[in-house]
Each structure stands twice: as C-alpha cells, then as structure tokens.
C-alpha cells in the first residue's frame, strides 16, 4: 500500500496517523513525498519504504534531467507492486503520482477535498466530513472498508542521536526545559509580529528561553527577537535536531508552521497561533495544547493587512502558556 504526501512539513505530520492506523491493521505502507520532507519519515515504525520525489530536479532540471527523474521513480514504484494507492495530497501532482504507482486500486480524496481534477483517477473516493485535517486524512482508511482510529498516534522515527545531541546542547547554555518560541512560517500571514515575540521573552525573564528559526529570512528576524529580549539563539538545526530540541522544551509557542505540528507529534505541550487557516482545521488539540485565533481573511497567503496577527495579544498567549506549560 502507498500513500502519496507529498509535503509539506505540517501536511506530512498530519498524515503520519493515517499510516499508523494502515500499519495497526496488517498493511506494508509505503510513502511517496518530496526528498526534503524523507526525514520526517526515514525510521518510522510504520513505514516499510520511503520513496523521494527529486523536488529541485524536477522543478529546475532541464526536460531530459527531468524526464530522467520521473522514469527512475516510476520504475521505483513499479518494482514494489502496490495493490493500492491512497492520494492523501489530492491534487493533480499527486494524482499523477498515483497513476506513476502502478496500482490497480486508487483511492483517495472526493471533492472539494480534493482539487484540479484529481478525483478524476480514482476508483473509490472519501467524501469530505471530518473539521480537522488528521480526521480527513485517517477517514481514507474507509476506502478500504476499515473503520476511522479513535485516537491519533505518530509513529515519528526514533531520532535518538538528535535527542541525546538536542539534551547537551540545551544543558551547555543552561536551557533545561526552556520555553521555546519558533518565530517564523511558511506564509507572511501566520507570522505573529516580531514586536509581540520580544514582549512575550522580555515577560518570561524568570525562564529559560531559546528563539528557533528555519530559513534565513527567519533567521533574521529571531536574531532581532533575540537581542531585543535576552533569549538564546537556537543554532541551525536539521529537522531530526529540531525535533530534538523540541522534546525538551517546557512548551512551544509557534505560529501554525511545521515545528508546531511537530512538536504536538511530539507530546510537547504547545499554543498555537493561528491566523489565516482555522485552528478547528489544524490546530493540535487535547489538555496540552492551546490555539489562539486571530481575525482576518481566510487562506490569505500573502497580504499582511488582511490577517490580523497582532490581535492575538501577549497577556493571552502567557495565560494559554500557565495552562499547558510542563
């Protein structure tokens, strides 16, 4: 069985209980995704073979390195034999890459879940009824006539290295359980201002913190957080590192960006600050975890002065962190 995700970071996160509850019930899963996001899968216990879509190779290589790529993958998935394909992604990519498979069963996404025509290759489709995305993704096993896990579980790799790493790193600057806070994300509009992110440090004085950043963009503006508050600087991390660092932290303050899916994967208590997508969709959720919604467009990728991040005040984000904070 393969199930086809190909990113991003959070995306791939909210489908790893899908695997989980196909692994439970006797399938060999594998995985088709983007080779950046492989990390988060390489050592799952749930995952018998991981397969790594070349995204820069076939974004930027010429049409032969390109046409070169796709034969090598479609190879790949041939020589495995895959009685079924779920397209958990559900949008043309992914549609060709179930057809790529070779199954002769392809399941997936109905519309409007699924988009651009990509229930159009399927045999068997899952009408979208759950709110939140890890509900629609583990309803895919009702394709195959298995009922919906009652409980989540993310069989995420051990990562054993970058924990032992993560703990002395953290023990070196004196940075036990420290509060972290992950500035960035992927869309301008799921960014809480900067100005709110030194606040928040310069109110937290009494605890160990560490500011985390991903791209160099962000880099730039956690340098800033950091020496307006006082807060240590993460290094750059892998994804497996900061995983590692993630499941020391006391708890994590993060924008609705990948660290923040992960570290509720993780069991790491976290807020959530969400602002474009509703939190009821993608927010973690149970006794450890906070969502602070901000008011605006939603699914505005790019326009700032339509997604009001800056709502979202300090005094609620420290009251969320008094509720959840190990």
Not at 15 to 24: E, I, Y
Not at 32 to 46: F, N, Q, T, V, Y
Not at 245 to 255: C, K, M, T, Y
Request: one cysteine or more.
């Amino acid at each position: 069985m393969l199930i086809v995700r190909l990113g991003a970071f959070g995306d791939i996160v909210h489908t790893l209980p899908l695997a989980a509850a196909l692994h439970a019930a006797g399938h060999e899963v594998g995985w088709l995704c983007e080779d950046r996001w492989a990390c988060l899968l390489d050592g799952s216990p749930a995952i018998a073979r991981i397969h790594a879509l070349p995204r820069r190779q076939l974004r930027a290589g010429t049409l032969r390195e390109r046409w070169a790529a796709c034969r090598k993958l479609h190879a790949q998935l041939l020589n495995v034999h895959y009685e079924v394909v779920l397209d958990a992604q559900g949008l043309a990519k992914s549609a060709l890459c179930a057809l790529m498979s070779g199954a002769p069963r392809r399941y997936g996404h109905a519309w409007p879940r699924a988009r651009e025509g990509a229930w159009l290759v399927l045999q068997r489709a899952c009408p979208p009824r759950a709110v939140h995305v890890i509900d629609q993704q583990c309803a895919l096993v009702e394709t195959l006539g298995l009922a919906p896990p009652s409980a989540w579980r993310f069989p995420l790799p051990p990562w054993e290295a970058e924990r032992a790493w993560a703990r002395a790193w953290l023990a070196e600057r004196g940075l036990e359980r420290a509060w972290m806070c992950n500035v960035g994300a992927g869309w301008p509009t799921k960014v809480w201002p900067p100005e709110r992110w030194s606040e928040l440090l310069l109110r937290c004085r009494d605890r160990p913190r560490l500011v985390l950043w991903g791209t160099a963009s962000e880099r730039e503006v956690a340098e800033r957080v950091a020496a307006a508050s006082g807060a240590a600087l993460a290094p750059p991390t892998t994804i497996p590192q900061l995983a590692g660092l993630l499941a020391q932290a006391a708890v994590l303050v993060s924008g609705d960006t990948g660290p923040l899916h992960l570290a509720f994967a993780l069991g790491t208590p976290a807020v959530g600050l969400f602002g474009p997508v509703p939190a009821a969709r993608n927010g973690p959720r149970g006794a450890r975890w906070r969502n602070l919604q901000a008011p605006g467009a939603a699914w505005e990728r790019r326009e700032r002065r339509r997604v009001d991040m800056a709502a979202i005040t300090v005094e609620a984000v420290l009251a969320a962190i008094a509720e959840v904070a190990a």
